[in-house]
């Protein structure tokens, strides 16, 4: 895996200068006649399609899954996995939670994740087996904190009837954690949870390139990260959090039955 995690780091780097620079202003958009909305949805695909090139153009024969393009298989056992903007509506809002995240897999296992964060200057990285880092400090979860402690983050999805069901699962978290937190990016979410800004996560619904880069990162830096029912991480329910706490989230999730959607 040498190489595979600076590769993404930079590539992660480049997309988020472009944008950064670019990031629609409500005032720009007014001038030129665009919504912000379009402005975000053609800056999505030129982050995606800057990705698709500068890792083609290193790795030819990879397979790439993007968020935006879907996957384009190659021959070799690398895939890599990217959501070229994680947070939209906060990039669209000029919040400075977004995130461009981008994995690499080997047969099918995260071997290394960069998920950078431009507006806050801030680029995660992990290798497996070599820690997960921000910048130069080596990142380590919070261990020890009961589930009645714990600073949980969580995240809703696009469709009403979901959000309703998450709305009432949230509603029976809160009383039981210390807070709830909805940054509006999982893959910040998680990295969150690698270097202890909040303790625990959950989400119903997000998808391997919103969680394959920083599922590694909160995994070197201590965390576990799972489904329910020891199932591993996808998209009817990702967990993340130390041992002790992810036993103590996932048993009071499970009778909440949060895989449903009505
Ligand atoms: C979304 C963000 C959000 C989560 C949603 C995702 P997007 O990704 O990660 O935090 O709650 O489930 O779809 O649309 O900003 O790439
Ligand atoms: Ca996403
Ligand atoms: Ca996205």
Redo the contacts with the bound molecule.
């Keep these: 895996m040498p190489g595979f995690a600076k590769l993404a780091e930079d590539i992660a780097r480049e997309a988020g200068d472009m944008l950064l620079a670019r990031r629609p202003t409500m005032s720009g958009a007014v001038e030129t006649k665009s919504s912000p909305t379009d402005v975000v949805t053609i800056l999505d695909k030129a982050s995606e399609q800057l990705i698709r090139e500068r890792i083609l153009a290193a790795r030819p024969d990879d397979t790439i899954l993007g968020?935006e393009e879907g996957e384009a298989r190659g021959e070799s056992d690398v895939r890599w996995v990217v959501?070229p903007?994680?947070?939209?509506?906060n990039f669209l809002y000029g919040l400075p939670d977004w995130a461009v995240s981008i994995a690499v897999e080997v047969n099918g296992e995260v071997v290394a994740g960069a998920v950078n964060l431009p507006a806050r200057g801030e680029l995660f990285c992990a290798a497996r087996g070599e820690g997960a880092w921000l910048g130069g400090e080596r990142l380590r979860c919070n261990t020890g904190v009961p589930l009645e402690r714990a600073l949980v983050a969580t995240?809703?999805?696009y469709g009403a009837d979901r959000r309703a069901v998450q709305g009432q699962v949230v509603a029976q978290v809160l009383p039981r954690v210390r807070d709830i937190r909805r940054g509006?990016?999982?893959?910040i979410d998680l990295c969150s949870v690698a270097a202890g800004r909040v303790d625990a996560y959950y989400?119903r619904?997000?998808n391997r390139w919103?969680y394959a880069a920083a599922g590694l990162i909160a995994t070197e830096a201590g965390a576990r990260l799972g489904g329910l029912r020891g199932r591993p991480a996808n998209t009817d329910l990702t967990l993340c959090a130390a041992a002790g706490l992810f036993e103590e989230l996932h048993d009071l999730l499970v009778p909440l039955d949060p895989e449903r959607d009505v």
Excluded: K, L, N, P
């Design positions: 968020e959501d903007i994680d947070g939209t509506v995240g809703f999805g509006g990016s999982c893959a989400e619904g997000v919103d």
